[in-house]
């Protein structure tokens, strides 16, 4: 258990890497860079960081966790509530200031990638438990 928590660890740092890139990135096409990737690698970030916290935990019930998580946000997104407030940029990273529909599809996309990564991270006997 301790080697899969620490493989959570060294994923939730390398999707949050991912996504912190997309937010610097300046170059072409920066603006897709920044709205996508950024929600591609946060969703991959939470996923793993789950991981952290409750290992054994089958892929499907940490992805539906953190897609509720991501949901929310991004509903409360909608209410523009948080644009409202004028946060500070670390704090827009994490709530947002904008609704938009697309990013649903780049959750999907970040939580399958993190769902795929975990189930090549697990041993035989986790898999056959978590398949039966």
């Known amino acids: ?14 999707f949050l890497a ?15 860079a920044d709205a996508w990737m950024g929600d ?8 793993f960081g789950l991981a952290v916290f409750i290992p ?7 992805t ?14 909608w209410t523009g509530i ?6 500070p940029r670390p704090f827009v990273f994490v709530l947002g ?3 938009d529909p697309t990013d649903f599809l780049c959750y999907i996309v970040g ?3 993190a769902w795929q990564v975990d189930r090549l991270l697990m041993t035989k006997s986790e898999k056959e438990v978590y398949e039966a």
Do not use: D
């Open 1 to 14: 258990m301790i080697k899969y928590r620490c493989q959570a660890i060294l994923f939730s740092s390398i």
């Open 18 to 32: 991912f996504a912190v890139a997309g937010k610097v990135y300046k170059g072409p096409g920066w603006h897709y």
């Open 40 to 47: 591609i690698g946060i969703v991959g970030c939470l996923y």
């Open 56 to 62: 054994k935990r089958r892929p499907v019930t940490k």
């Open 64 to 77: 539906a966790v953190i897609a509720a998580v991501a949901t929310a946000v991004e509903v409360f997104q």
């Open 82 to 87: 948080p644009r409202s407030w004028n946060l």
């Open 97 to 99: 200031s904008r609704f």
């Open 111 to 113: 939580l399958f990638a």
